[in-house]
């Protein structure tokens, strides 16, 4: 257990960043799996729309550090493939 004021003040900070990062990581991949679950459909429009608000959240994620920034560009630009390859 922390002893001093600032140990357990870094233990708030710690579980409320926590709390941020996960329901970020959450958004994240709730975005992405939209636009995965339409190209799958073969609905361009859909994934397209999916899309435009799944790369934002990437993009956002990779500044907070919640995924590597390589990571976030690599998912966009292969969704961003596999919605261009639909037709």
């Not at 579980?15 to 996960?22: E, L, P, Q, V, Y």
């Not at 975005?31 to 679950?37: A, G, L, S, T």
């Given at each position: 257990m922390a002893n001093t004021r600032s140990a357990k003040k870094a233990i708030r900070q710690s579980?409320?960043?926590?709390?941020?990062?996960?329901a970020r990581r959450s958004?994240?991949?709730?975005?992405?799996?939209?636009?995965?679950?339409a190209i799958e459909k073969g609905d361009k429009a859909a994934a397209a729309e999916a899309f435009s608000t799944a790369q934002p959240e990437l993009m956002r994620g990779a500044q907070k550090g919640i995924i590597h920034r390589n990571a976030a560009s690599r998912k966009?630009?292969?969704?961003?493939?596999?919605?261009?390859?639909?037709?």
């Open positions: 579980a409320r960043r926590t709390d941020i990062n996960k958004r994240i991949r709730t975005c992405v799996r939209k636009v995965e679950e966009v630009s292969r969704l961003s493939k596999r919605i261009q390859a639909l037709g």
